[in-house]
């Protein structure tokens, strides 16, 4: 079991930056996907961008080219880089884990943090 918590959350206005992290209480390096996620007010959760175990990525198109995934494994670590914030970015943040038992996935989840861009 792999316990999620995730940190870097804040107000900021358009246009800043901010970095999420998210700190496994286990070893990282072999799940399959990590990834965050997003959920706005109203709104379902949705798939922000996630990394393999092998380092491919995918990021959605709502903020390809303003926000990049990464992970670190040595440090059990996933980050979210976020730039160019827009109003539209507000949301609480969850980062996910997503392994493989061998017969079903298994999904792990934070707490999420949340992520306010007003002026």
């Known amino acids: 079991q792999v316990q999620l918590v995730e940190s870097g959350g804040g107000l900021v206005q358009p246009g800043e930056s901010l970095r999420l992290s998210c700190a496994a209480s286990?070893?990282?390096?072999?799940?399959?996907?990590m990834g965050w996620y997003r959920q706005a007010p109203g709104k379902e959760r949705e798939l922000v961008g996630r990394?393999?175990?092998?380092?491919?990525?995918f990021s959605a198109d709502s903020v390809k080219g303003r926000f990049t995934i990464s992970r670190d494994n040595p440090k059990n670590t996933l980050y979210l880089q976020m730039n160019s914030l827009k109003p539209e970015d507000t949301a609480v943040y969850y980062c996910?884990?997503?392994?493989?038992?061998?017969?079903?996935?298994?999904?792990?989840w934070g707490q999420g943090t949340q992520v306010t861009v007003s002026s």
């Open positions: 286990g070893s990282i390096a072999s799940i399959l996907v």
């Open positions: 996910n884990g997503r392994d493989w038992s061998g017969s079903r996935f298994i999904d792990y």
């Open positions: 990394v393999t175990s092998g380092g491919s990525t």
